[in-house]
């Protein structure tokens, strides 16, 4: 079941990247010399984004669910990714990067953003100065 969840291209990911890319900004994706090989990389601005599952990232929202079964592994695996989360993180505003973290909760179900204001607020951050900050639905 877990080799067909994908780490690269999920949906939440190509609905950000193609809205972004129609609104003329240009990024690169998963660039390998960043820690973490951030989603959306935009060199020009300094700026990194990664998207987020709420489940496979631990977000303490209606979306996750600790599961009932094998739940020593899950506790495990999903610590160890919220700890590496915050290890890139660091990494990243170290090496001088600002980091926009868009949580699954924004994009889809009772607590999603309208898309709209949800991408004006991703351009904004872009475009500013402000460092890391993180976009969860209400």
């Known amino acids: 079941m877990m080799a067909g969840i994908k780490g690269k291209d999920t949906s939440p990911e190509l609905k950000i990247r193609k809205a972004l890319h129609a ?9 390998k010399s960043l820690p973490g090989k951030p989603d ?19 977000h303490e929202c209606y979306l996750f669910k600790w599961p009932s079964t094998r739940p020593e592994f899950w506790k495990s695996k999903i610590g160890r990714n919220r700890e590496r989360d915050m290890e890139v993180r660091l990494q990243l505003s170290e090496a001088g990067w600002r980091v ?10 009772k607590t999603k953003l309208d898309i709209n204001m949800l991408l004006n607020r991703i351009e904004n951050w872009i475009m500013s100065e402000d460092n890391n900050i993180d976009i969860q639905g209400h």
């Open 23 to 31: 609104k003329g900004l240009r990024y690169r994706l998963h660039d």
């Open 40 to 58: 959306l990389v935009f060199n020009k601005y300094h700026a990194a984004i990664m998207i987020h599952g709420c489940f496979w990232h631990g």
């Open 100 to 109: 926009l973290t868009v949580w699954e909760c924004a994009l889809k179900g």
